[in-house]
């Protein structure tokens, strides 16, 4: 039986639309490099396209909380 890869984890959250901060990934894919996973994640995506217009782009943006900011990544 194949193993889920934090990667395929991680990709399939952000395909179902929703955000990802590095807390999340540590919560529900026990994932603490979140930026090396997303650099990843688009790179094999960009790979398999064949023309830069079909390409994914992965927004970041800051996440901001009562004391500091969060790196948040989404598509």
């Given at each position: 039986?194949?193993?889920?890869?934090?990667?395929?984890?991680?990709?399939?959250?952000?395909?179902?639309?929703?955000?990802?901060?590095?807390?999340?990934?540590?919560?529900?894919?026990?994932?603490?490099?979140?930026?090396?996973?997303?650099?990843?994640?688009?790179?094999?995506?960009?790979?398999?396209?064949?023309?830069?217009?079909d390409w994914m782009?992965?927004?970041?943006g800051w996440k901001?909380?009562?004391?500091?900011?969060?790196?948040?990544?989404s598509l």
């Amino acid at each position: 039986m194949k193993r889920t890869s934090q990667k395929d984890k991680i990709l399939r959250w952000l395909l179902s639309g929703k955000k990802i901060t590095t807390w999340i990934a540590i919560q529900k894919f026990g994932c603490t490099s979140l930026p090396k996973r997303i650099c990843e994640i688009q790179g094999d995506f960009n790979k398999q396209c064949t023309k830069p217009a079909d390409w994914m782009e992965i927004q970041k943006g800051w996440k901001k909380t009562k004391y500091s900011r969060v790196r948040e990544y989404s598509l």
